[in-house]
């Protein structure tokens, strides 16, 4: 009998993708999801296949730059058999037609993820030969229930895997603003991106193997992942700026999603992308994640300490005008982070859950790190040993903060001290919708319960080694020597009330709101300052001063309006939009010093969009982009951009030139899209007043008929 010859090779690509859920990176690649079989048709040119005389065998090789081996799972050599082994790489065949069979190949669950080389080896008639199968990716696969990443919910696989449209959300706790992004994990060239952040992270890798066996603990990968984002390294995909200076970059909020930056890095040989904020870093991590498979979403968190001396006590630092003044802590207004669903064998965890990654660097006393995995249940709990910087964490979500005021020389005088100001309404885009989902809950417990200050104890042993032994006495004993001794016996309540949700053009109008809980008259002289503020706490400009003189009589409430002109605060305000209003007394005969703010964020003005009909696969379609200019002067250097994945291949940008004011802009925009789907038309106006104004709508792109 003669040996058999091979004639040509059907990868069936765009049946495995589909049945993989990877189809929406294209059906020219071969992209599969370990845990899961995928079959290849192999026909023969000049006869049938013989068992009797016929063998074929195959060997997987992965692994960048290194030589793969079978020791540290990098290669794997195994036969063509009649059935599946799923605890192993296996394969098996069936007859499909005459001189054809269908072959069916499975890679097991601990397959590392990336790019792997199928050779095919086939013996017949004592002749051997090879054949290349060529490259085949694996991804981690969240539909195996024997996958770490497996998520059992069909509605959350589809949001934190498939979804490449998301929501930030911005501003401040009490005015909470929201914008789109684009993940775009299933964009050309993506994927192969992801995996270059991989390569060239595994040095990261903390047992600091650069070999690939690694890539197949989800644990490992996001560790690497984490500290490529923004690292002190020169490959990290992006940087932050120094002092709030953009001049040598891109400011953070103009991006509107991931695959630009991706690119960016990727095309300037792996150099940083400048710049990035807690936002943007966060978003490119749940991008890389939901490409390689680990289920992912974006949280945000409002107040959030950052550089702080000591890991649960915020100093802010004031001057008797009430202007925030910089000091070695801050405390962001937001902070976004990652978290992405895994189960932990480290931590014996059966079942997967939520881990949080914040990929944006804090500083120490020993250098920045960039926190996670960390357990999102073990900081619920103040079970801070059991993994990686569960410290760090717990202290952004559970830090009180003290006010100084500082009187020159060095010297300072304590003005409160707020037990929870941080960790406040975390919040993460909804499954199936553009709604917010408040997840507080995943990480406290309600506040003032028993098990909420049974996790402060146990977190506050681990963090401070010297009450490792001691009872919740000593640490509630230390807790109250931060207070103030005169703030209790002060006698006066006050808060700042916002009487409108002020957007730009229109003036801030607040009602102080003040208290007297005694019998006895008050008689008080408040300075009230007015400054803009970052959202990671850097003070920027005061602009607004007064000074005003508060009588009240026993147990008298008083309502004071506040009136801050667009015309004083619109100059100064910054890409963020947040301002912090301030009133301080000056020092009574008892020389205690009242104090209370309020961070009010600025609307920006919406643009809007309208399609202008069904959107179809391949199709012009058209959408009306309109933008009002809300102030009494005119907008220079106004220019439209849009973007969208699966909608425009690159970004479209409308120079407007000078839009009048009170003038509204309208103009009709071309797009064909490339990708079924639902996808995100996004809008960016920006002008030499505004920074960025944005908007979005979302469209159903279906075949055309």
Same mark, same amino acid.
């Given at each position: 009998m003669e040996a058999i010859t091979l004639g040509d090779i059907d990868l069936n690509c765009p049946y495995n993708c589909k049945n993989h859920n990877t189809h929406f990176f294209g059906t020219d690649k071969q992209i599969v999801r370990r845990g899961q079989a995928f079959n290849f048709y192999v026909n023969f040119q000049n006869r049938e296949w013989d068992n009797s005389t016929d063998t074929i065998s195959f060997t997987v090789e992965t692994g960048k730059g290194l030589r793969p081996c079978e020791s540290n799972g990098t290669k794997c050599s195994f036969s063509l058999g009649t059935c599946i082994d799923q605890s192993c790489w296996s394969a098996c065949y069936k007859p499909h037609q005459k001189?054809?069979?269908?072959?069916?190949?499975?890679?097991?669950? +601990?397959?590392?993820?990336?790019?792997?080389?199928l050779n095919m080896h086939v013996t017949s008639c004592h002749h051997t030969y090879d054949r290349c199968l060529g490259d085949f990716y694996i991804l981690f696969n969240p539909w195996c229930a024997d996958d770490p990443v497996y998520m059992y919910n069909q509605a959350q696989r589809e949001e934190y895997v498939l979804n490449e449209?998301?929501?930030?959300?911005?501003? %401040?706790?009490?005015?909470?603003?929201?914008?789109?992004? +684009?993940?775009?994990?299933?964009?050309?060239?993506?994927?192969?991106?992801?995996?270059?952040?991989?390569?060239m992270?595994?040095?990261?890798?903390?047992?600091?193997?650069?070999?690939?066996?690694?890539?197949?603990?989800?644990?490992?990968?996001?560790?690497? %992942?984490?500290?490529?984002?923004?690292?002190?390294?020169?490959? /990290?995909?992006?940087?932050?700026?120094? +002092?709030?200076?953009?001049?040598?970059?891109t400011k953070p909020q103009s991006w509107n999603g991931s695959v630009p930056i991706l690119q960016q890095w990727y095309k300037g040989r792996c150099?940083?992308?400048?710049?990035?904020?807690?936002?943007?870093?966060?978003?490119?991590?749940?991008?890389?994640?939901?490409?390689?498979?680990?289920?992912s979403r974006?949280?945000?968190?409002?107040?959030?300490?950052?550089?702080a001396e000591n890991p649960l006590v915020v100093n802010e630092l004031f001057d008797c005008t009430g202007k925030t003044l910089r000091g070695k802590d801050s405390l962001w207004s937001y902070h976004c982070w990652n978290e992405s669903w895994m189960s932990r064998k480290d931590l014996n965890q059966h079942c997967g859950d939520w881990q949080c990654l914040d990929p944006t660097p804090l500083e !120490?006393?020993?250098?920045?790190?960039?926190? #996670?995995?960390?357990?999102?249940?073990?900081?619920?709990?103040?079970?801070?040993?059991?993994?990686?910087?569960?410290?760090?964490?717990?202290?952004?979500?559970?830090?009180?903060?003290?006010?100084?005021?500082?009187?020159?020389?060095?010297?300072?005088?304590?003005?409160?001290?707020?037990?929870?100001?941080?960790?406040?309404?975390?919040?993460?885009?909804?499954?199936?919708?553009?709604?917010?989902?408040?997840? !507080?809950r995943t990480y406290k417990y309600e506040l003032g319960s028993l098990k909420d200050k049974e996790a402060f104890y146990r977190a506050y042993r681990k963090i401070h080694s010297g009450y490792s032994d001691a009872p919740n006495s000593d640490i509630d004993r230390e807790l109250t020597s931060l207070r103030s001794p005169f703030l209790s016996d002060a006698g006066i309540a006050m808060r700042l009330k916002m009487?409108?949700?002020?957007?730009?053009?229109?003036?801030?109008?607040?009602?102080? %709101?003040?208290?007297?809980?005694?019998?006895?008259?008050?008689?008080?002289?408040?300075?009230?300052?007015?400054?803009?503020? !970052?959202?990671?706490?850097?003070?920027?400009?005061?602009?607004?001063?007064? +000074?005003?003189?508060?009588?009240?009589?026993?147990?008298?409430?008083?309502?004071?309006?506040?009136?801050?002109?667009?015309?004083?605060?619109?100059?100064?305000?910054?890409?963020?939009?947040?301002?912090?209003?301030?009133?301080?007394?000056?020092?009574?005969?008892?020389?205690? %010093?009242?104090? #209370?703010?309020?961070?009010?964020?600025?609307?920006?003005?919406?643009?809007?969009?309208?399609?202008?009909?069904?959107?179809?696969?391949?199709?012009?379609?058209?959408?009306?982009?309109?933008?009002?200019?809300p102030l009494?002067?005119?907008?220079?250097?106004?220019?439209? /951009?849009?973007?969208?994945? #699966?909608?425009?291949?690159?970004?479209?940008?409308?120079?407007?030139?000078?839009?009048?004011?009170?003038?509204?802009?309208?103009?009709?925009?071309?797009?064909?899209?490339?990708?079924?789907?639902?996808?995100?038309?996004?809008?960016?106006?920006?002008?030499?007043?505004f920074g960025y104004c944005k908007g979005y709508v979302n469209a159903n792109v279906e075949t055309s008929v």
């Open positions: 001189k054809c069979m269908n072959i069916t190949l499975f890679p097991p669950t +601990n397959a590392c993820i990336g790019r792997h080389i449209q998301g929501m930030l959300y911005q501003g %401040v706790h009490k005015h909470i603003t929201s914008r789109p992004w +684009n993940f775009g994990q299933f964009e050309d060239s993506i994927l192969d991106i992801c995996l270059k952040v991989l390569d992270g595994a040095n990261y890798h903390h047992e600091s193997d650069c070999e690939s066996s690694w890539r197949n603990d989800p644990v490992q990968v996001s560790v690497v %992942v984490n500290h490529m984002i923004s690292s002190d390294g020169s490959n /990290s995909i992006m940087k932050l700026p120094q +002092n709030n200076d953009y001049l040598q970059g150099r940083p992308v400048r710049y990035g904020d807690s936002a943007s870093l966060a978003s490119v991590m749940c991008t890389v994640m939901r490409c390689l498979g680990i289920p974006v949280v945000t968190n409002f107040y959030s300490p950052h550089h !120490t006393g020993t250098g920045s790190i960039c926190c #996670g995995p960390t357990w999102v249940r073990s900081i619920k709990d103040g079970d801070l040993d059991l993994d990686y910087d569960g410290h760090h964490i717990f202290s952004r979500l559970n830090a009180g903060c003290v006010g100084w005021l500082s009187q020159g020389s060095g010297s300072k005088t304590k003005l409160y001290y707020d037990t929870w100001p941080c960790g406040q309404y975390i919040s993460t885009k909804s499954v199936g919708n553009d709604l917010r989902e408040d997840i !507080t009487a409108n949700c002020p957007e730009y053009g229109q003036d801030i109008c607040l009602q102080w %709101v003040l208290e007297n809980l005694r019998k006895e008259p008050k008689n008080l002289n408040f300075n009230l300052c007015a400054q803009v503020m !970052t959202c990671n706490g850097y003070p920027l400009d005061q602009f607004w001063k007064d +000074n005003m003189n508060v009588i009240l009589g026993p147990r008298e409430v008083k309502t004071i309006p506040l009136h801050i002109p667009y015309d004083q605060y619109g100059p100064h305000l910054s890409d963020y939009s947040i301002i912090r209003v301030v009133a301080i007394s000056e020092p009574g005969c008892a020389g205690e %010093v009242l104090m #209370g703010n309020r961070d009010i964020a600025i609307n920006k003005p919406p643009v809007d969009i309208k399609l202008l009909g069904q959107p179809r696969l391949h199709a012009p379609c058209s959408a009306e982009i309109s933008f009002c200019n009494q002067e005119d907008l220079r250097n106004c220019v439209l /951009s849009l973007e969208g994945v #699966g909608l425009f291949k690159e970004p479209a940008t409308i120079d407007l030139g000078k839009l009048a004011a009170n003038h509204q802009a309208r103009t009709i925009v071309e797009f064909t899209p490339y990708r079924e789907g639902c996808h995100t038309l996004l809008a960016n106006f920006r002008c030499h007043k």
